[in-house]
């Protein structure tokens, strides 16, 4: 089993700034890309941002410019830096791993944290 504890979230005005953080442990060969969703109510969960092991990134138009992901291989820990935050980020964000538990595992499954709400208010 794998766990993903995401840190950060809160409540921020227009134009500030958030730190995500999401921690993957458990049974952990490697991890492949990792990323953040987000869902706001009623709607969809879509992709935010997504990086894979190789830090080749890949972001939402909505975000481009705004937000940056990173992540510590060595920490199995991926991050999500929000800049110049809009209300229309508000949502809770999902971390999302895609996680080869085993070096004998053919397969590598998604693993999804908690959530952490991110509230911007106008």
């Known amino acids: 089993q794998v766990q993903l504890v995401e840190s950060g979230g809160g409540l921020v005005q227009a134009g500030g700034s958030l730190r995500l953080s999401c921690a993957a442990s458990g049974s952990i060969f490697s991890i492949n890309a990792m990323g953040w969703y987000r869902q706001a109510p009623g709607k969809q969960r879509d992709l935010v941002a997504q990086i894979t092991r190789s830090d080749v990134t890949n972001y939402a138009d909505s975000v481009k410019g705004r937000f940056t992901i990173s992540r510590d291989n060595a920490k199995n820990t991926v991050y999500l830096q929000m800049n110049s935050l809009k209300p229309e980020d508000t949502a809770v964000y999902y971390c999302?791993?895609?996680?080869?538990?085993?070096?004998?595992?053919?397969?590598?499954?998604?693993?999804w944290g908690q959530g952490t709400q991110v509230t911007v208010s106008s």
């Open positions: 999302n791993a895609n996680v080869r538990p085993f070096w004998y595992s053919r397969n590598a499954n998604d693993a």
